[in-house]
């Protein structure tokens, strides 16, 4: 599941809960850019309890413009000797320092990259019964291979009680599917002084589910930091189109367009899915990631989009 913790998750173990299940996830997403390009990472770390035996996993993807996605190393199941569950597990592939309230560091040795990232600032949070789920943005840094990328950083934290994806999946969990956007948002390349090197406006994150999980994080939700300044995509309307056929008995999106209310006004974007990259199929469905790419037009002013898709068909 490429969902994820409370904003106050504490650095500690918890105590193993009578209910034989439960299930933590932390999804943080990166884009940023330095004079070479754009470069999205992402990392999702899944923490599972089955009574008393704990599991763990990580799963990585990153992006650069020009060479396409690279190779990590480090996904998959690993081990959780610690028992964590509140806590995000570390592994000799990716090392965790700090947490999300407070400011969150990820060193992956093995990948040469690490990433730097401010406290995040909170921007939604729901429950149903004791599962919650929630999102935030902060300013980041990435160093890989040499290169330092300035950027802006997404996550999602996810608490599931009776739940453990890890022990048990469930393949009605996502229903017919998830639709995930995590973008920078940036000058035009033609607006007045824009240059490779412009800091970002903001971060614009949106989603569509169904499923088990829609229950938990609302069928569409989303929303647009720009400028410093946050606010929730009301009447949210996200459309997959332009479909093309998978392997199986099912399609992948081409295109995404969303329509919401920003400050009571029209806000919309549009945005192509490049560089799609299958990770997993079978049948009836599979999971992907692309780079979604496109403008967003708010109140009279056009900004470039760019960032990681997530797709579960």
Known sequence: MLLTTILTLAAAPQEAAKTRYE??????????????????????????????????????????????????????EVANTKKELAAITSSKHYEYTGAPSSGLVIAGKTNELVLT?????????????????????????LTWKGRTLVGRAIWEGCYLPDTNLIADPDMDFFGDGWHGLYALVEPRA???????????????????AAGDVSKLVLPQQGFLQLDGDARLAKKLEFTPSDWSQGSGFFRWPARW?????????????????????VILTWVVGGFA?????????????????????????
């Open 23 to 76: 299930y933590r996830s932390d999804f943080v997403s990166f884009v940023g850019r330095d004079e070479r390009g754009r470069v999205a990472f992402a990392l999702d770390t899944n923490r599972g309890r089955d009574r008393e035996s704990f599991q763990a996993e990580h799963f990585g993807v990153l992006y650069a413009e020009g060479t396409g996605w690279a190779e990590l190393a480090g996904n998959g």
């Open 117 to 141: 990232i401010e406290p995040f600032t909170a921007h939604t949070h729901r429950e149903r019964k004791t599962a919650t789920f929630d999102t935030g943005s902060a300013a980041a840094t």
């Open 190 to 208: 033609d607006a007045p002084k824009a240059t490779t090197t412009t800091p970002a406006l903001g971060d614009l994150r949106l989603h569509l």
């Open 257 to 277: 367009r969303a329509t919401w209310l920003d400050r009571e006004k029209p806000a919309k974007v549009d945005l192509a899915l490049v560089d799609r990259e």
């Open 289 to 313: 990631v692309a780079i979604a790419k496109g403008e967003l037009e708010i109140d009279g002013a056009k900004h470039e989009v760019w960032g990681l898709a997530q797709i579960i068909r």
